[in-house]
């Protein structure tokens, strides 16, 4: 089966940098659908970012475009998520998620991690 397990958050002043780790073992990944999704107290969960292995294909949300990027190693066995100019309303915890298939927008994850906070101040 499919295990998720993410690293790499903390707490950072506003402008920094953070880069999140997740950790995939288990299943084949010729495409594998990745992503990254935030939550913050209160609200309801939202997409970050997500990447296509097979094609490379990625998408994220228009709150953090041109800030975030996400990415995997070349055996897609850990996925990223760079964060650059972090600000206070990134705050949350942070998952990663994948699944069998192509990404598309609003496509649910049947996988998932454990999650990692990210406090931004």
């Known amino acids: 089966d499919v295990q998720l397990v993410e690293s790499g958050g903390g707490s950072v002043q506003s402008g920094r940098s953070l880069i999140l780790s997740c950790k995939v073992t288990g299943g084949p990944k010729l495409t594998f659908c990745m992503g990254w999704f935030r939550q913050a107290p209160g609200k309801e969960r939202e997409g970050v970012a997500q990447?296509?292995?097979?094609?490379?294909?990625?998408s994220y949300a228009d709150s953090v475009k041109g800030r975030f990027t996400i990415s995997h190693d070349n055996a897609k066995t850990t996925l990223y998520l760079q964060m650059n100019s972090l600000e206070p309303k990134d705050t949350g915890m942070y998952y990663c998620?994948?699944?069998?298939?192509?990404?598309?927008?609003?496509?649910?994850?049947?996988?998932w991690g454990e999650g990692t906070q990210v406090t931004v101040s």
């Open positions: 990447k296509t292995t097979s094609s490379g294909s990625t």
């Open positions: 998620a994948a699944d069998y298939g192509p990404c598309w927008h609003g496509r649910a994850y049947n996988y």
